[in-house]
C-alpha cells in the first residue's frame, strides 16, 4: 500500500509503498529530543531507492553516540523535521513518522535510548527497549542483506 507524508508547508513530499518498510523505532536520544523539541523522534526505517522525495530538504550534521555522523533533514521554509539518515549508510533512511498523512497502520518495534528519556516521556513498556542504540549499523547491515 502506498504511504505519502510531507512537512508543514507542503513544499516537501515524500511517498513509498508500506511494504519496503524495513522497521520503526522511538528514539529518545538528546538530539532527537532537541531536533523534534518533543521527548522522542519516531523513525521509520526505509532504503532510499525506495524513497520518493519531492521538494528540497535542508540537512543539519552532527555526531552521533556510535561515532557515526546524523544528518537531519527538514524544510527550510516550516521547519517541519522530515528526514534524516547516517552518512555513513546513506542508503538507509528515517522518515519521521508524525510527517506521515496517515501513520495508523505503524508498528513500533523498539526504544532507542531509553536511559536519556525524560520523565514525562518515559519509553513505551510494550516494547523491546535499549538504553542506547542497539548497534544501529549492524541493524541496518541486516536490513541490507535482506533487501
Ligand atoms: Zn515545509
Ligand atoms: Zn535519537
Known sequence: MKQSGRCQCGKINYNFNQEDVISA???HCKDCQRATG????TIIY???KKLNVDGEIKFFES????GSTIRRGFCENCGSGII???KEMPMIKFVKAGTLDDSSWLNVESSFFAKASSDWNKPD???K???GNPDLFSTIKNAIKSL
Do not use: D, R
Request: glycine share 8%.
Open 129 to 131: 527497549s535499549f538504553q
Open 84 to 86: 534524516s539518515y547516517a
Open 63 to 66: 555526531k552521533g553516540s556510535m
Open 125 to 127: 513498556e510494550n516494547i
Open 25 to 27: 523505532h522511538h528514539c
Open 46 to 48: 526505509i532504503p532510499n
Open 38 to 41: 518533543s521527548g522522542k523522534a
